[in-house]
């Protein structure tokens, strides 16, 4: 694929239900990352995966949130028990950690809506 | 941990004429520092970016300043055209440990009026 993946583009789900975003990183790139954009404003660093470790799972905002990335490629985060305050788009990004400088580039994102 | 500031949150200019957004960070460590583009409904697209060892980057209508003693980074879009109407995301990063996330400014929305 030329770009990096998410799926589903939109989620609509009830509050206490749990949720799976998905998403696949642009093929070779070792390092991925989830942010939250919330409406209107920036967005926000939730976990970051250098292969399938997670040397940074500082943004995760409690213990609802986790992720995991299996084979250096695909990863999924998971939010138990939604809440409203969860509504937002989460977006992945991929890099390919070859230097320093490694860009991040973004995907499309996962619009979530906790009713 | 690092935090950015940017302003202004709205710039509405007419066509043909400058754009300047300002970012400020908090962390002296940090040395990476990209602009990212949003449309609307869009994923935030790279449009520049600038490390520590430089003071300026430009790339055709786009330039970036870095100011490292006043930790100030600035964007410059010069004869501006409809197409540039969207957010601009500034960013800030520590790209020499192992956390290498951005922390992100919360955005300016500029309207270039034709």
């Known amino acids: 694929g030329a770009g990096v993946s998410q799926s589903p583009s939109n989620k609509v789900t009830e509050k206490g239900k749990d949720v799976e975003l998905r998403c696949d990183p642009i093929?070779?790139?070792?390092?991925l990352y989830w942010y939250r954009q919330s409406l209107g404003q920036g967005l926000e660093f939730l976990i970051y995966?250098?292969?399938?470790?997670?040397?940074?799972k500082s943004g995760l905002p409690s213990d609802r949130f986790s992720a995991e990335r299996t084979g250096g490629s695909v990863s999924t985060l998971t939010i138990q028990r939604t809440q409203q305050e969860d509504s937002a788009v989460y977006l992945c990004?991929?890099?390919?950690?070859?230097?320093?400088?490694?860009?991040?580039?973004f995907g499309a994102g996962t619009r979530l809506s906790v009713l | 941990g690092e935090n950015v500031e940017q302003h202004p949150s709205t710039l509405s200019v007419q066509e043909g004429d400058s754009a300047v957004i300002k970012c400020t960070y908090s962390?002296?460590?940090?040395?990476?520092f990209p602009w990212y583009k949003q449309e609307l409904g869009k994923r935030p697209q790279l449009i520049i970016d600038?490390?520590?060892?430089?003071g300026e980057k430009k790339d055709q209508r786009i330039a970036v300043t870095l100011n490292k003693t006043a930790k100030h980074f600035s964007l410059h879009i010069t004869e501006t055209q409809p197409e540039d109407s969207a957010v601009y995301f500034c960013?800030?990063?520590?790209?020499?440990?192992?956390?290498?996330?951005?922390?992100f400014g919360s955005g300016t929305r500029l309207q270039v009026q034709p």
């Open positions: 995966f250098q292969g399938n470790s997670a040397p940074d």
């Open positions: 600038i490390r520590s060892n430089v």
């Open positions: 960013a800030a990063s520590r790209r020499d440990t192992g956390r290498r996330a951005l922390t």
């Open positions: 990004a991929s890099s390919s950690s070859q230097g320093k400088w490694d860009i991040q580039y």
């Open positions: 962390d002296s460590a940090s040395n990476y």
């Open positions: 093929s070779g790139h070792t390092a």
